[in-house]
């Protein structure tokens, strides 16, 4: 007989076997009766000559195989009508799994597509950021970005370093071609493409000639770009564009699936910039450049095979040590891991996360096996009968075990399709500076995930009720029938443990939500140096060749007086970089003298390589962004012929301590080597750069004495702020109809946007704490209500005796109640164990703060008295008549 035949054949071999059995006892039956018996007698010794029918047919059956696969379908026919059997608890728990197990295996999709998987680009694990640490001494902290000039050196002295790239974010401005639009792009060194790995896939890439001035007229676009505004058009290769008023030849395009890092994510002092959509060369001779200052460049190298990046960093070093003597230098190259530096900022957040939804789902397996064992609990007197008839532990074991994995199944599927909807809800809503939110999806190895994820909770659903009920003793189980008979002390008290368990992880999730809470609002509340209310931002570029430096001063000129003058408009000022937009423009930071250059003196006394930001503004800037003012003015009109300069008050502090700074002069950025001073005539309060780091070093500028084609408008109104924006463009439009105009934002948008990361972890922590909050509850409240209706007849008898029922309520409620306390206690003390681990996440907070340690305990406790608080009352209003006719 085939396997085929067993399979597939079944019913009819059962019928073959059965008609066999009975002929053999025919024959045994007719054999008796011819030798003189009865045929009653001769079927009944028959029968018992036979033996166990049922015995001879498993035993038949063991022969032909696949009898595992039969009891596998056995018990899970068995199992299925016991789910259906009770619907509610059924809904509920695979409910409960569906969103515990979506959750989980969401956030996985998340830390995988962001953390695990490698960049992809070509052998991402040669790919290094190139940056600069401060010294020690310095005033700076973090790192910073890259000079041109020290990059050139690299590029030709690095023996360790296959190749090195240099970027720097601009933006595009595209006419003739339909509407005017603006894209945000890089120059590029010619390399820098194939330092990444990557090719076009339509075209070529840049050639090393095109990288110098005057030669810089190529343009590489994204898919995005080609395909939204060129229709997927091949024939667009070899067109020219007219990009920032000058002539590019379109040379190639990049894959679809090619994107690189987000604003901040190349560094931490590089503007947030979106997806960059236009890339152009350098256009720039970096033998050339100057060898201090400017430090507005990212850098990327790509190691040699077997080289590491503490050698090439030592070459870094060795390669500017002329510079570092000459311009007294204290800055120190790095090489650190492009997918670390990329994801840094998110790393930790991100991990904390699936930390928190991990132990929400533990806390749903473990209030499902509870459960579970509470409906076991009622089925002792089925097991005992089953092991009676013959069934082994292991078939009990096997039945729980079973029926686990169907509830779990059942959640687990629900629960991938929850979270491919809620990644898609997620990748929509995402903070822009959310790194590699593009690459997020769902892959074969987070269904492995979701597999592995599903089998373990079903064995920790499983395991203790089937554990449970398959150590049921056959004599025990036959008295549990009795209505009078309660649940051991032994399993309430491992039900209680389950519970403690539960509320523990509770509060520890709740601590690790309520600090980030309480973090996020002390964010909101941080001082940040401008008034974000009733002001909004414009972002404007006056690109050349129209607007060169002539003509864009003149144009922001006249285009300052009639915003004034607008309805509404209080105060109106342009910036190169808003507040809380990260850092841009960084130059050295010394003191100077009002010459041409530093005497030798003066130089050495300057801070050790302290860097600053400078901002150019316009005289009216102060006041639409709402900076107070702490001594002297700020910029005026008639400042045009003169070099000034106003600073933050930490340069002032660091520059002059104890002195008066008005009159002091500070260098300015750019220029010669040792640039000339300008004299300070204001000190201005901090401006952060972003919410959470101590504002930079500033200094303000006039806007007329920089070459900067790309301002913000800042307009201050009386009233509601939004309401100003139609006028604002209507003036600008009118004055350049060529230039495009991005959408206006106010700066309340800037600082959501500024802690969107960190709101979207805050509230995901918090949700999933609450979430495992009611879980916990709904777990003891089932615990205590199981408890109250076993110990029925007990609370009964109690009332006949005269307690009264207050009396009872406290009893319950103690029982209740002791599980809850010891399980925040636990929670409390691994909270404060491992405090630390979430202290990077915190702002002006620490892990231990006993305010808010303080009102999550009694948060929980509270809750925990809730629900203990029913079944309490219920408890003291049985009648006691009833519960004595349960005896």
Request: one cysteine or more.
């Amino acid at each position: 007989m085939t396997w085929w035949d067993r399979l597939w054949r079944r019913s009819r071999l059962e019928a073959e076997l059965d008609e066999e059995l009975r002929a053999h006892l025919r024959m045994a039956v007719e054999e008796r009766m011819t030798g003189g018996e009865s045929a009653a007698e001769a079927e009944r010794n028959a029968r018992r000559e036979f033996g166990n029918q049922l015995l001879v047919q498993e035993v038949t059956r063991d022969a032909w195989g696949w009898n595992s696969a039969e009891r596998l379908v056995r018990d899970w026919k068995y199992a299925t009508r016991q789910i259906r059997r009770s619907p509610g608890f059924s809904v509920i728990a695979v409910l409960t799994l569906a969103l515990g197990l979506g959750a989980t295996t969401a956030i996985f999709s998340i830390v995988n597509s962001v953390l695990l998987e490698p960049l992809k680009y070509g052998e991402p694990g040669r790919l290094y950021a190139a940056v600069n640490l401060p010294s020690p001494r310095a005033p700076s902290r973090g790192y910073w970005d890259i000079n041109a000039r020290h990059f050139e050196r690299w590029r030709e002295q690095c023996s360790a370093c296959a190749d090195v790239a240099l970027a720097e974010g601009v933006g595009f401005t595209l006419t003739g071609w339909g509407e005017p639009a603006r894209f945000p792009g890089l120059r590029v060194s010619s390399n820098f493409f194939r330092t990444l790995g990557v090719q076009p896939a339509i075209g070529r890439d840049f050639r090393p000639e095109e990288e110098l001035p005057g030669a810089h007229r190529e343009l590489i676009l994204t898919d995005a770009v080609w395909r939204s505004s060129f229709s997927a058009d091949r024939g667009v290769i070899g067109r020219v564009l007219q990009i920032n008023g000058e002539p590019f030849t379109v040379v190639g395009v990049m894959p679809a699936d090619f994107r690189l890092p987000v604003g901040s994510q190349w560094g931490p002092e590089t503007a947030n910039v979106p997806q960059p959509k236009m890339f152009r060369p350098l256009g720039l001779d970096v033998s050339r450049a100057e060898g201090d200052g400017m430090y507005n460049y990212v850098s990327l190298v790509r190691l040699k095979p077997g080289a590491t990046p503490e050698q090439a960093a030592a070459q870094f070093s060795a390669s500017i040590t002329d510079f570092v003597r000459q311009y007294n230098i204290g800055l120190k190259p790095a090489l650190l891991p492009l997918q670390e530096i990329v994801t840094r900022k998110a790393r930790s957040g991100l991990w904390l996360l699936m930390a928190t939804v991990a132990a929400v789902l533990l806390i749903v397996c473990v209030n499902v096996g509870n459960l579970m064992l509470v409906r076991t609990a009622s089925r002792t007197r089925e097991a005992g009968i089953r092991m009676a008839l013959g069934s082994g532990r292991g078939e009990l074991f096997r039945l729980v075990l079973t029926e686990a994995m169907i509830l779990v199944g059942g959640g687990a599927a629900l629960g991938v399709l929850l979270a491919y909807a809620g990644l898609k809800a997620f990748v929509a809503a995402a903070p822009i500076d959310l790194p590699r939110i593009g690459d997020v999806q769902m892959d074969g190895r987070v269904l492995v995930f979701a597999v592995a994820a599903a089998l373990a909770s079903a064995l920790i659903c499983g395991l203790a009720p089937a554990w449970r009920l398959a150590r049921t003793s056959p004599n025990d189980s036959l008295k549990s029938g009795s209505s009078s008979t309660t649940a051991s002390s032994a399993k309430l008290r491992f039900r209680e443990l389950l519970v403690s368990a539960e509320v523990a992880l509770s509060t520890v999730l709740l601590v690790v939500g309520g600090l980030l809470l309480v973090s996020f609002h002390r964010v909101m509340q941080a001082p940040k140096g401008f008034e974000p209310e009733r002001a909004i931002a414009q972002d404007f570029s006056l690109a050349p060749p129209k607007y060169h430096d002539a003509e864009r001063i003149h144009f922001l000129d006249q285009a300052l007086p009639r915003l004034a003058a607008l309805p509404g408009v209080r105060a109106v000022g342009i910036t190169n970089q808003l507040p809380l937009r990260g850092e841009t423009w960084i130059c050295g930071l010394f003191a100077a003298t009002a010459s041409a250059k530093l005497d030798e003196r003066t130089w050495r006394a300057a801070v050790n390589n302290a860097l600053a930001n400078f901002r150019f503004v316009s005289p009216g800037y102060r006041e639409a962004a709402g900076i107070p003012l702490l001594k002297g003015r700020f910029l005026e009109p008639q400042d045009r012929d003169r070099n000034v300069a106003v600073v933050s008050e930490r340069i002032a502090q660091v520059l002059w301590p104890g002195q008066n700074p008005i009159g002091k002069f500070v260098g300015s950025c750019g220029g010669e080597p040792v640039p000339a001073g300008v004299e300070v005539v204001g000190v201005v309060g901090e401006v952060r750069a972003g919410p959470e780091k101590d504002a930079p070093l500033t200094v303000y500028q006039p806007y007329w004495h920089t070459n900067t084609n790309r301002f913000f408008f800042v307009i201050r109104t009386a009233g509601d702020a939004v309401a100003a924006v139609a006028g604002v463009r209507s003036v600008l439009r009118s004055m350049g109809p060529e230039v495009p105009l991005v959408p206006a934002t106010t700066l309340d948008q800037v600082v959501d946007e500024s802690v969107a990361m960190r709101r979207i972890e805050m509230e995901l922590a918090v949700s999933f704490a609450v979430a495992a909050l009611l879980f916990a509850s709904l777990g003891l409240y089932g615990v205590i209500s199981f408890a109250v209706t076993r110990r029925t007849p007990e609370i009964g008898i109690r009332a006949a005796l005269g307690a009264h029922p207050s009396d009872l309520i406290a009893m319950v409620v103690r029982q209740g109640m002791t599980p809850a306390v010891v399980g925040v206690a636990i929670g409390l003390a691994a909270a404060l164990a491992g405090g630390q681990l979430i202290a990077s996440q915190l702002f002006r907070v620490t892990p231990r703060d006993p305010v808010a340690l303080s009102a999550i305990a009694g948060l929980l406790l509270a809750v925990a008295l809730g629900a203990c608080w029913i079944p309490a009352r219920r408890a003291a209003r049985i009648d006691p008549l009833r519960a004595l006719r349960m005896e």
